[in-house]
């Protein structure tokens, strides 16, 4: 008999002597006596449950009576009352929970292999009565009749081309009262592979005689093909060995087949393998008689060692075969890789034991081994996966975690570092870190802790309403707090010392290389798990040891298996203060829980330079604007007397005015930005909104005065108002810009993905491509610039050097052309390098950023005005006007006063006179190129 309880399944019952096997029997024994003696055929006291099943929890339990059936009334009310009473004891009683069961063997074959079509057969006892049907893992076959067939009368089972992953309870059922049941856990043989290294090789044709092995680990297998010549070597190990004789003269090819000798299963596609032996006539340099002969410089392939399985590369080099690369994989490694695949709940403490065994025999040459920790990681997933669907007990998480304990061993650093730097592979550390979490997660409530070299688990069921725990490993120190949490609240701590070697560093700032050694940061602490069952925490925090103390810029980070990088969202770093003085470790606060460490910089020296580069390089930049701006003002009056002038000195007040406070709001964000990580959302948000805004104005302006040299020279009939163009330059430059943050921020300030979450106070990239506002508006413009470029210079040319009847007009014109042409792509550049410092933490490109960010403003200063002859003129003449101004009022004072008044009266109105016609005489020599005879002279 059985009752299936409906509650998960927990691997301490898979142990009679387990308290939780003692606590459930004795409970249940109690409940179904105390029922079944009032039932008069009932042998009293002879009720014993015999064992525990998955498939939510199956107690199979046995008793003795008379002659009356299980089937009968009598027991049928009987188990009524038993199931009521498990319920008053706390389980959870299935509806139809008590079966007659037996365990019977159903399969028509000792053995299934793959690809065979496997047949169970359910025979009815006499005595019982019903409709007879089947389940495979509690589920109904008849759903998927491309796989099944059930005879008319249900009592055959065919399971078509069979593979490992059909193993699993097999089910007869026949509906009663009280069901019957027959089940047999059925066993897919694995897959047998053949082994003969090289399916074609070459040798030498020359009198010699050459070996092929074949081997096949628990099959026997036999050569065929073979001619009388040929000698067979008996047996041995699992290995059967074809001597081949070569003769001189006797050229071409011989294929041989080693099949298995069984022959069921000589037909499918497994049971046979193919060795062609190709006798050529050339020169060989390397000569092998079971490899086969080659050139120098050329691979071929090999089988591995006995024990293990796989091939190795080997390369032609000097006249000898030289290994050059192992994909060999011991064999009890791979036995249990095939049989993790169909692996079921029941089994899982035996296999974790088992794996845990050939880890431990094995650990030197599996640690050295990065196709073999490879392996084991893909079996610790499955087990991991597999394990959700029941409650891992303290015994199977000590042999999990004793197989992670050897993978993440000293001795391994060279294999995850081999791992790491493989594109194929390079996720295999975290998929490692992922299965921890998994199978954490299942854990069973209880207090215990499991010690290994590099790891320690505490298991804990709180008493209090708050946590705090400190590493008991090897040089490690790490303090775990939680200042609120429920009472009896499960936690699990998993605290790691060298998956700092392991794990990748890349962080949501670097992820997009995919590839952490070329990351600038460092894991410089533990690594810890934590685990709280069925919580949300909002406050935990970390005490961690510094492991390298010459690193700087500390940031709080957990994996994030999403972005595929760590990330440092919802943590912040503190100062670990003790006894109130700062210590060498680092706190670390966060409101979740998951895989935490810190990530610190190398490159602290390096970092100071390009501090001391940025902000020397602004502060020249803003100079150059402000001294631009001065500049403008002084030549302003007699440098915009036409319309088109006046909008060209209008842009470069415009472009300098912008830059002067996008630099400004740029050293207010690095100083936010420099002193805290990450960078504080209230504090940055103002900064970069002004910040996206004026350096957004910045490019239309610089549209707009592209857009001025385009109308001025393809559209010279067009006639356009001052004011109208005024207008539409100050609603485009200003309108636009305005209207794209505003939208930025409204779409991305929900979610808090407004800015940068770490380095800098800039717009965000990661999480929401925030910095696309800036990107894409940005490129258009250069791009438009450059188009209208060469359209414009292609007219120029077009109408010849002569075209041009205005010489002041030709001027501007050459004048505007030049600053588009040179200003456009230096700000196009600069941004592409600003762009590029948000994605990448190489120094280098920082530099390169911060260098041509500082000569923005230069560059202004020199093609928007300095190079202008004009602008050079009417700034010299002003210059040269007050020193003459002051000359003349010196002379004046010397002279003394006049002996009469109205002398002197008309002494002072000529000297007036005098005074304003050289004035004007140096306004008319200082602007004599700016007269044009109509509105449409442009001047620079």
């Not at 207008?727 to 930025?744: K, Q």
């Amino acid at each position: 008999m059985s009752v299936r309880l409906e509650d998960v399944f927990d691997t301490s019952l898979n142990n009679n002597k387990d308290e939780m096997f003692t606590r459930y029997a004795s409970k249940i024994e109690s409940a179904i006596e105390e029922s079944y003696k009032n039932v008069p055929v009932y042998k009293k006291g002879s009720v014993k449950v015999t064992r525990f099943r998955p498939g939510s929890i199956i107690a199979d339990y046995e008793f003795e009576s008379t002659t009356s059936s299980p089937n009968s009334p009598e027991f049928a009310e009987a188990n009524k009352q038993v199931g009521n009473t498990l319920i008053r004891e706390g389980f959870t009683v299935a509806v139809n929970a008590f079966a007659e069961s037996e365990q019977r063997n159903l399969s028509t074959a000792e053995k299934w292999y793959p690809e065979q079509n496997m047949v169970l057969k359910c025979i009815r006892p006499d005595s019982v009565e019903g409709t007879m049907r089947w389940t495979v893992n509690d589920e109904d076959p008849p759903l998927n009749t491309n796989k099944y067939f059930i005879s008319s009368d249900s009592s055959t089972l065919t399971v078509k081309s069979v593979s490992v992953h059909d193993r699993g309870r097999y089910t007869c059922i026949i509906d009663r009262t009280i069901p019957y049941i027959q089940w047999q856990d059925i066993v897919i043989e694995p897959l047998p592979n053949i082994i003969v290294g090289q399916n074609e090789r070459k040798f030498q044709c020359e009198d010699q005689t050459i070996s092929l092995k074949c081997c096949e680990e628990k099959n026997s297998v036999e050569w065929t093909q073979t001619t009388s010549d040929d000698d067979v070597a008996p047996p041995e190990d699992g290995c059967i060995t074809l001597n081949h004789i070569i003769k001189n003269g006797n050229c071409g090819s011989k294929t041989f087949v080693c099949q298995l000798k069984n022959r069921a299963l000589q037909g499918f596609s497994y049971g046979r393998s193919n060795v062609t032996v190709n006798k050529v006539i050339e020169k060989i340099s390397c000569k092998n008689e079971t490899l086969g002969d080659g050139k120098e410089g050329e691979i071929l392939t090999g089988p591995c060692e006995r024990g293990k399985e796989g091939t190795i590369k080997y390369r032609c080099i000097s006249g000898e075969w030289k290994s050059e690369e192992s994909n060999c994989i011991l064999q009890v490694i791979l036995d249990l890789e095939k049989e993790v695949q169909a692996l079921v709940v029941q089994d899982i403490p035996e296999f974790v034991a088992a794996l845990s065994n050939a880890t431990e025999q094995n650990n030197d040459e599996i640690a050295q081994s990065p196709v073999t920790v490879l392996t084991i990681v893909e079996i610790l997933i499955k087990v991991a996966n597999i394990s959700q669907k029941i409650i891992i007990n303290q015994l199977v998480m000590e042999g999990f975690l004793n197989t992670v304990n050897i993978l993440v061993s000293e001795l391994a650093f060279g294999s995850w570092e081999n791992l790491n730097n493989n594109s194929r592979t390079d996720n295999t550390s975290t998929a490692l870190l992922k299965a921890i979490e998994s199978i954490t997660a299942r854990l069973t409530d209880g207090n215990f802790t499991i010690n290994e070299t590099s790891l320690e688990l505490n298991r804990t069921v709180t008493t209090s309403t708050s946590y705090s725990g400190i590493s008991n490993l090897p040089n490690s120190s790490t303090e775990i707090e939680i200042p609120q949490i429920p009472i009896s609240t499960p936690i699990t701590i998993i605290v790691f010392t060298t998956l700092d070697k392991i794990l990748p560093t890349r962080n949501t700032t670097t992820s997009s290389s995919n590839n952490s050694s070329k990351s600038d940061v460092r894991i410089n602490g533990d690594v810890v798990v934590v685990k709280i069952d069925n919580r949300t925490i909002n406050n935990i925090s970390f005490a961690f040891d510094i492991t390298n103390q010459s690193l700087r810029n500390p940031q709080c980070v957990f994996w994030n298996f999403n972005l595929d990088a760590w990330d440092s969202t919802g943590c912040e770093v503190k100062p670990y203060i003790s006894k109130g003085n700062e210590t060498g470790k680092i706190t670390c606060e966060c409101n979740h829980t998951t895989s935490f460490s810190i990530l610190m910089s190398p490159f602290s020296i390096k970092n100071i330079a390009l501090a001391y580069i940025t902000y020397i390089g602004v502060a020249i930049s803003m100079a150059s604007l402000i001294l631009c701006l001065i500049i403008e003002i002084i030549v302003w009056k007699p440098m915009t007397r036409n319309d088109t002038s006046y909008m060209r000195h209008v842009s470069i007040v415009n472009i300098a005015v912008s830059l002067l406070i996008a630099n400004i709001c740029f050293i207010i964000g690095a100083a936010i930005a420099e002193q805290e990580q990450p960078t504080s959302v209230g504090r940055c948000s103002p900064v970069v909104f002004f910040m996206h805004f004026f350096y957004l104005a910045l490019f239309f302006w610089m549209l707009m005065s592209a857009l001025l040299l385009f109308y001025r020279t393809v559209m010279v009939l067009s006639q356009m108002s001052r004011a109208k163009m005024m207008a539409i330059a100050f609603i485009v430059s200003y309108g636009a810009p305005l209207l794209i943050a505003a939208i930025t921020v409204a779409s991305t300030a929900g979610p808090q993905n407004y800015i940068s979450k770490r380095n800098a106070c800039w717009l965000n990239w990661l999480e929401s491509k925030a910095l696309l506002a800036f990107v894409i508006p940005a490129l258009t413009i250069v791009a438009i610039n450059l188009v209208v470029l060469i359209v414009v210079l292609y007219k120029m040319l077009r109408r010849g050097v002569g075209a041009t009847t205005q010489p002041d007009e030709k001027h501007a014109l050459v004048v505007i052309a030049r600053c588009v042409a040179i200003l456009t792509p230096i700000f196009g550049l600069t941004w592409g390098f600003g762009i590029g410092t948000m994605l990448s933490q190489n120094l280098g490109i920082h530099v390169v950023f911060a260098l041509l960010n500082s000569l923005q403003g230069f560059f202004i200063l020199v093609f928007g005005t300095l190079l202008d002859s004009k602008i050079r003129e009417a700034l010299a003449g002003r210059l040269s006007l007050r020193n003459l101004t002051s000359s003349n009022r010196t002379r004046s004072t010397s002279a003394g006063p006049s002996s009469t008044s109205g002398l002197g009266f008309f002494q002072r109105m000529r000297r007036r006179n005098m005074y304003n016609m050289s004035e004007a005489s140096a306004l008319s020599a200082a602007t004599s190129s700016h007269s044009t005879s109509g509105s449409d002279t442009m001047n620079a």
